[in-house]
């Protein structure tokens, strides 16, 4: 998240941040980018929050949105769901994801081209077809618009379906590098009530920090928790719970430290959340 304005103005948000991921692919399928060896293992490991909230997922019909590599999307398949859709908007994260699922004898997955804002019109056969919605990790920071999003979510749970969410808490947005104030801790620097958008400078990826991004320029646009949950509850879902933690899967400032489950976490106490995750239904 650190890193100095763009001169290219919000209304290129799409160009450029589908740029940044496209590229990110080639990265994250390096050596020091994802570690993909659970799907090639066929042992379907998700991160230990999720992994630990999603539940028993065998039989479902699964949609999962902005899946990149579509690591996740195979990994809910190799625990028991009767299928998985994955959508995303860079063609080379759905020709990885596809390899990948192939390389792993997994046939009950289908990865779809698609802006996730547009999921309604790029499925359209496929209303009510889902038993749970699913997306996790660097999700919203991309989209400018959350009713649209909580739309195409509504539009793909059956009644009685379930939408589940883990992402950056909102409250971890505000904090950066950048404005650090003392050694190990971030300081503020994105205010919490204003809701962007946020262009974006920065040539390192968040798994291999070696790697240099020709694709550096980026908008993201941050969303409070309240924006979030209203979206949810204009769309027709009800919060079924919400849970608030003090870690990450990614590293968020250059102080965090490592869990016992990989997790990135504060250096000595759980000062701020970290990361938030929520469970929502369609009636």
């Known amino acids: 998240m650190a890193g100095s304005s763009t001169s290219d103005g919000p209304s290129d948000w799409r160009r450029l941040n589908q740029a940044n991921w496209d590229e990110r692919t080639r990265v994250h399928l390096g050596p020091r980018g994802y570690d993909l060896s659970s799907q090639r293992a066929g042992l379907g490991r998700l991160d230990a929050i999720v992994g630990a909230e999603i539940g028993d997922v065998s039989g479902l019909n699964i949609l999962h949105l902005q899946c990149h590599l579509g690591d996740d999307s195979i990994a809910l398949a190799q625990r028991g769901a009767a299928r998985v859709v994955g959508v995303d908007f860079s063609p080379p ?107 974006i400078d920065n040539p390192t990826d968040y798994m291999d920090t070696s790697a240099e991004l020709a694709n550096l320029q980026t908008i993201e646009f941050p969303h409070s928790l309240a924006e979030i949950l209203g979206a949810l509850r204009r769309a027709g879902l009800q919060l079924d719970w919400l849970h608030e933690h003090p870690r990450l899967v990614w590293k968020p400032f250059e102080g965090s430290v490592r869990d016992a489950d990989g997790m990135w976490t504060w250096p000595d106490r759980p000062w701020l959340p970290l990361s938030l995750s929520l469970r929502a239904v369609k009636p």
């Open 93 to 199: 994260a759905l020709e990885a994801a596809r390899s990948l699922a192939a390389e792993c004898g997994v046939t009950n997955t289908r990865f779809v081209l698609s802006d996730v804002l547009e999921t309604p019109s790029a499925i359209p056969e496929e209303a009510g077809a889902f038993d749970l919605v699913f997306t996790a990790w660097g999700t919203i920071t991309w989209l400018p618009d959350l009713d649209a999003w909580a739309t195409a979510i509504a539009f793909a749970l059956r009644p009685g379906g379930a939408f589940y969410f883990a992402d950056m808490h909102p409250v971890a947005w505000v904090f950066d590098d950048g404005g650090i104030a003392a050694p190990g801790f971030p300081g503020w620097r994105y205010p919490y009530f204003e809701p962007g958008p946020v262009p």
